[in-house]
């Protein structure tokens, strides 16, 4: 029998919402999931293709059965110092897998692109996300996900993927960010892209020192003031800088911080530890402590 104080709290809204993911349904009602599937030569390689997409698929499943509400596919590394990747090579990489997850499992699928020909070949294989780091800055990619019509993601990054991590500056970062983010919503509403369609994302590392990436998970409800926030710390160097070891097994911490960033008023975690965030969240919801999702 449920207990009575084990009911889960009422939600109200406005982040209790519901997004259109190209058919395929995400209810932010409470904390949510979302699977970190790279498809960068360096994860499922065995040279051919077809091995690397049944082993991408067959990663996308398990994260699924692990308890992933979305997997988010990506076929570019943002790693400072990667090679850039023609789009010809990103398309081959990331649509046979968004095909096969689709295929294969319920779950959303958000493609990790900021290329506007990757954003349309991944919707129309049912791709219902557009998680783009870059917020749509590229040329054409906020008229094309405009017409896609589907939830976009916008990203905080200070600088680009080579240089970001040189010498990152603010007077205020969470200000600065809140401020830019607002802006990015603001063209992309401008553009034809529903408010009550964009996801805000700080963007940790990106651009960012330990003491900025601190101040923002200290401070990240004042980005869910925006709207639903997405927060990705998952192994990050400053999980490594926190435990006072770059070497160590960032597993532990990664969970942690996820469960920090969920109290803080994050609606969806970006991870690649899904069995072991998904107990932690289960926890924080079966406990019946107050959501920050409730206004
Ligand atoms: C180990 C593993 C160390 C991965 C670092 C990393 C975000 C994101 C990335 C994020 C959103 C990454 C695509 C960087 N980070 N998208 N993407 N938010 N929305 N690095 O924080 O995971 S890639």
């Known amino acids: 029998m449920r207990d009575a104080t084990r009911e889960p709290m009422p939600v109200s809204a406005p982040f209790a919402m519901t997004l259109d993911c190209n058919g395929r349904a995400l209810v932010l009602d409470r904390p949510r999931v979302m699977g970190i599937l790279n498809v960068t030569p360096d994860s499922f390689s065995d040279g051919g293709r077809y091995c690397s997409v049944s082993a991408a698929r067959e990663h996308a499943i398990a994260l699924c059965e692990a308890g992933a509400d979305i997997i988010d596919v990506g076929g570019v590394s943002t790693r400072p110092g990667a090679e850039p990747v023609a789009e010809a090579e990103e398309l081959a990489r990331v649509i046979p897998v968004v095909t096969a997850v689709i295929e294969h499992t319920e779950a959303v699928v958000s493609v990790d692109t900021s290329n506007p020909a990757v954003m349309r070949a991944a919707v129309e294989a049912g791709a219902g996300l557009i998680n783009d780091v870059m917020a749509l800055s590229e040329p054409g990619a906020i008229a094309m996900a405009a017409r896609l019509s ?4 916008l990203m905080h990054m200070q600088g680009t993927p080579a240089t970001m991590q040189d010498d990152p500056r603010y007077t205020d970062v969470v200000t600065e960010v809140v401020n830019w ?10 553009a034809g892209i529903p408010a009550d369609t ?18 923002l998970l200290q401070q990240l409800h004042r980005l869910a003031d925006l709207g639903p926030v997405v927060a990705g710390l998952s192994r990050k160097r400053l999980i490594g800088q ?36 998904v107990q932690a969240l289960a926890i924080w919801h079966e406990s019946g402590v107050a959501s920050p999702l409730v206004s």
């Open 150 to 153: 589907v939830p976009v993601c």
């Open 242 to 277: 926190l435990l006072g070891d770059d070497q160590c097994d960032r597993l532990v911490g990664s969970v942690a911080a996820a469960m920090i960033a969920i109290g803080q008023g994050a609606s969806i975690v970006r991870v690649h530890d899904v069995r072991e965030t």
């Open 181 to 190: 983010l607002t802006e990015r919503r603001d063209v992309a509403t401008a």
């Open 198 to 215: 964009i996801l805000y994302d700080p963007g940790f590392g990106f651009g960012k020192r330990l003491n900025h990436n601190l101040e």
